[in-house]
């Protein structure tokens, strides 16, 4: 299987190793929609509710709390400013959706790259910070999953079941994992998948939107090993606004530049002008 993104969301870096790339993880309560994580909040709750049985062990009571703080929207962490969230990679199963030039590709006039999907199972966080330097790569609690639209009551009790097997990792982290896997059915034509990460790393980083605001996110990298190892880009589409050619010459040249001579770039036959 290959997911698509738009530049705009992915933005591939080309600047370290040859074949290798970094993507922009950003936290989930910054994406465009402003359901997120909030959206099956309280259906979860429910969920979870229904597995904690009558005795009062550790466990039931720590689903409980969570169980109850989901209900009141509260998902902060004691003795932290910030709340509980994740990082999220924004895929679409579908390359050449005008409804995508529009709202993600720079209006037809950005790219939609074509990822192998073992590669981003490849993806790792950095570990530590060393002054401005990221230092060391680790790969933990990382998943891949398409978004659900709307609410099917047998998946949440699913997913329910499954955030308790992984209390281990923290029972309201792995809450705030499992609800970003859901969203309005207003959506549904992004035909989305994520890769999602814990909230756990220290090496944030932040870029600004036009609107003025601060976006916290994490660069997650996949090191190509081998020449001989299937590149982690499959293909670009050069999208269908103007300076079409002059476009898919230019990431023509980036690519053979940096690499990545395998990858296939063709050009968007949708008849959008921009």
Request: with cysteine; proline share 4%.
């Amino acid at each position: 299987m290959t997911l698509e993104s738009d530049w705009e969301k992915a933005v591939p870096s080309f600047k370290n190793n040859r074949r290798s790339i970094s993507l922009w993880a950003t936290d989930a309560r910054y994406l465009n929609d402003s359901a997120e994580i909030k959206y099956a909040a309280y259906d979860l709750s429910d969920a979870l509710t229904k597995l904690a049985v009558s005795d009062n062990s550790d466990l039931n009571e720590k689903i409980k709390d969570v169980a109850n703080r989901l209900r009141n929207l509260d998902f902060s962490e004691p003795g932290s400013p910030c709340g509980h969230t994740v990082y999220v990679v924004c895929f679409c199963s579908e390359g050449n959706l005008l409804s995508q030039w529009m709202g993600y590709g720079a209006n037809g006039g950005g790219y939609s790259i074509e990822f192998n999907t073992d590669a981003i199972r490849d993806l790792f966080f950095p570990a530590f910070r060393s002054d401005d330097e990221l230092v060391g790569m680790e790969q933990d609690g990382a998943a891949l999953c398409a978004v659900r639209y709307g609410i099917d009551p047998e998946m949440m009790a699913r997913i329910a079941s499954i955030t308790v097997e992984n209390e281990r990792f923290g029972l309201m982290s792995q809450a705030i994992k499992s609800l970003t896997l859901f969203k309005h059915r207003d959506f549904s034509a992004e035909f989305e998948w994520r890769a999602i990460y814990p909230g756990i790393s220290p090496i944030l980083q932040f870029r600004t939107i036009e609107a003025g605001g601060i976006i916290p996110y994490v660069k997650l990298f996949r090191m190509q090993p081998s020449e001989k190892k299937a590149s982690a880009i499959r293909s670009v589409l050069v999208g269908p606004g103007p300076k079409q050619k002059l476009r898919y010459e230019a990431v023509r040249q980036l690519l053979d530049q940096r690499g990545f001579s395998d990858v296939l770039v063709n050009m968007s036959d949708i008849t959008y002008r921009g």
